[in-house]
């Protein structure tokens, strides 16, 4: 088993490499779904598209990417199942994690930044360092 890290940077690295992962694979499950079930059409791509480059965002550390991502997911989903009610059944977990590993890297995207801004204000240790003498 994993030992879990206390370092803050970890943990919020973690976080958004689970979005990331999340957003990777919608654009993956949509192009290939989209294409087994209609082929002639390539309005999927827009969908595709996006998700990429919000993931790419959300790689990049943004809290707007991230928030965009959470946003976009819930919306499309709300239109997939308004058109077709029966998907809800067969899809409501992988939806519900899905959901859950946007959310986690809107925390992540924001702990980073907390955590850099903490980083940047902490002042430096200037204090000569003393020889050990034996």
Same mark, same amino acid.
Request: net charge positive.
């Given at each position: 088993?994993?030992?879990? %890290? ?6 919020? +690295?973690?976080?958004?490499?689970? +979005?990331?992962?999340?957003a990777i694979f919608c ?11 209609? %082929? @002639?059409?390539? %309005? ?10 919000? +993931? ?9 990417? +991230? ?15 308004? @058109? ?10 992988? %939806? ?30 200037? @204090?000569?360092? @003393?020889?050990?003498?034996?």
């Amino acid at each position: 088993m994993k030992k879990q %890290s206390n370092d803050p940077q970890v943990k919020n +690295a973690n976080k958004i490499k689970l +979005a990331l992962g999340g957003a990777i694979f919608c654009a993956i499950s949509t192009a290939v779904v989209s294409l087994l079930v209609d %082929s @002639e059409s390539l %309005s999927f791509l827009v969908d595709v598209i996006v998700a990429l480059a919000l +993931a790419f965002g959300v790689w990049k550390k943004s809290r707007v990417c +991230a928030i965009l991502l959470f946003v976009y997911f819930i919306i499309s989903k709300l239109l997939q199942f308004s @058109e077709n009610p029966q998907s809800i059944a067969s899809s409501i977990y992988l %939806s519900i994690f899905l959901l859950f590993s946007f959310w986690q890297g809107i925390m992540g995207t924001f702990g980073y930044h907390r955590q850099k801004k903490l980083e940047r204000h902490q002042p430096i240790n200037t @204090e000569p360092v @003393e020889a050990v003498h034996s």
